[in-house]
């Protein structure tokens, strides 16, 4: 009711509102991820002990996908469930996913697996979050339109990293998304026991990879 103005004929408070509080969701989103890769500077005098400058813990980088599993990868139906939301959106599945792509988009860039800090690992990192993406590949329960568009912009994201980098000089995070690449393929083309909807969506991101390996 704070939010509401007579004469606000557009609802621009309640979109204005709305959008500051996807951006905070974003900015937490960010800040997480940021525990996997660059250093930690600790600020020291000359005559206090320890590093200056030192990487992440491993621990605080193994909890970044399991935050983003729960507040990302599952969808976040809050964000568009209240009650001003009609006044706001017209299609709440498009307005999750744009928020969504934001983010999973971000995890599959190059920049960010070949900085993963090293005492995880691009090889571990990638390992980690592509199950925790698939978490329900092994089941025959259909997958929902927001489950299928994360898995979608994952895979999406991996394979422009690839076609990207693969003619230059051959590195760790290049070799953990072509690992990662093949991995899903043979997973998707062995798919048996998933709903005819599902089996067309991992066809479609085999037949991507696919395409993203062929050396042209």
């Not at 990293?161 to 990662?180: I, K, M, P």
Request: net charge neutral.
């Amino acid at each position: 009711e704070w939010n509401y103005w007579g004469n606000d004929t557009y609802d621009q408070n309640i979109s204005t509102m709305y959008n500051q509080v996807v951006n905070q969701y974003l900015r937490y989103c960010t800040h997480v991820t940021r525990n996997l890769v660059g250093t930690c500077h600790n600020a020291l005098s000359p005559d206090q002990p320890g590093k200056i400058y030192e990487y992440p813990s491993k621990e605080k980088a193994e909890q970044v996908i399991p935050f983003l599993a729960e507040q990302v990868f599952e969808e976040p139906s809050w964000i568009v469930d209240g009650p001003y939301a009609n006044r706001v959106f017209a299609d709440r599945e498009a307005t999750l996913e744009s928020i969504a792509s934001k983010i999973v988009g971000q995890l599959a860039q190059g920049g960010l697996i070949s900085q993963v800090t090293p005492t995880y690992g691009s090889v571990q990192y990638l390992k980690d979050l592509t199950k925790a993406i698939f978490k329900d590949f092994n089941t025959s329960a259909q997958l929902t339109r927001y489950q299928r568009y994360i898995q979608s912009t994952y895979v999406s994201g991996l394979c422009k990293t690839y076609t990207a980098s693969r003619d230059g000089v051959a590195n760790d995070a290049l070799a953990a998304v072509f690992a990662t690449l093949k991995d899903l393929d043979k997973r998707f083309r062995n798919a048996s026991n998933a709903d005819p909807l599902t089996k067309a969506h991992y066809d479609q991101l085999s037949d991507q990879i696919q395409r993203a390996l062929i050396i042209k």
